[in-house]
């Protein structure tokens, strides 16, 4: 699958449903149903489950980098080198984001910005 999402037309404010990502981004609510078990950030406490604009921008960013440049176990997708990049130190954290999906922090070893990679639950 090489599509591209226009993640443009997600508004980093606002929350989602399922089935209005789906019908936002031209894709079924099982693809949706699938990037939350591959590790898209959902509010799961209730029904229907709520997305986050600004969590589904960055895990489509995500996953478009990835698409184009694998990460290797360990490795980061920098936003500002627009390349994996490995951690400066070597130094990872284990965090979770603010709805208790785990992620993974560091900061890059060439521009030292933080960089996140939301890491599957599997
Ligand atoms: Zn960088």
């Given at each position: 699958?090489?599509?591209?999402?226009?993640?443009?037309?997600?508004?980093?404010?606002?929350?989602?449903?399922?089935?209005?990502?789906?019908?936002?981004?031209?894709?079924?609510?099982?693809?949706?149903?699938?990037?939350?078990?591959?590790?898209?950030?959902?509010?799961?406490?209730?029904?229907?489950?709520?997305?986050?604009?600004?969590?589904?921008k960055?895990?489509?960013?995500?996953?478009?980098?990835?698409?184009?440049?694998?990460?290797?176990?360990?490795?980061?997708?920098?936003?500002?080198?627009?390349?994996?990049?490995?951690?400066?130190?070597?130094?990872?954290?284990?965090?979770?984001?603010?709805?208790?999906r785990?992620?993974?922090?560091?900061?890059?070893?060439?521009?030292?910005?933080?960089?996140?990679?939301?890491?599957?639950?599997?």
């Amino acid at each position: 699958m090489g599509r591209f999402y226009n993640i443009n037309r997600i508004k980093a404010h606002r929350s989602y449903v399922i089935e209005e990502v789906a019908e936002l981004l031209g894709v079924s609510p099982q693809t949706v149903r699938q990037w939350i078990k591959d590790g898209l950030p959902a509010l799961t406490e209730q029904r229907p489950y709520l997305i986050l604009g600004w969590q589904l921008k960055a895990f489509l960013k995500e996953r478009e980098a990835a698409r184009k440049q694998p990460l290797k176990p360990g490795e980061f997708y920098c936003t500002g080198c627009k390349a994996p990049r490995t951690p400066a130190l070597g130094l990872t954290e284990r965090t979770t984001t603010s709805d208790g999906r785990p992620m993974l922090r560091a900061f890059c070893n060439v521009c030292e910005r933080p960089c996140t990679r939301f890491v599957s639950a599997a």
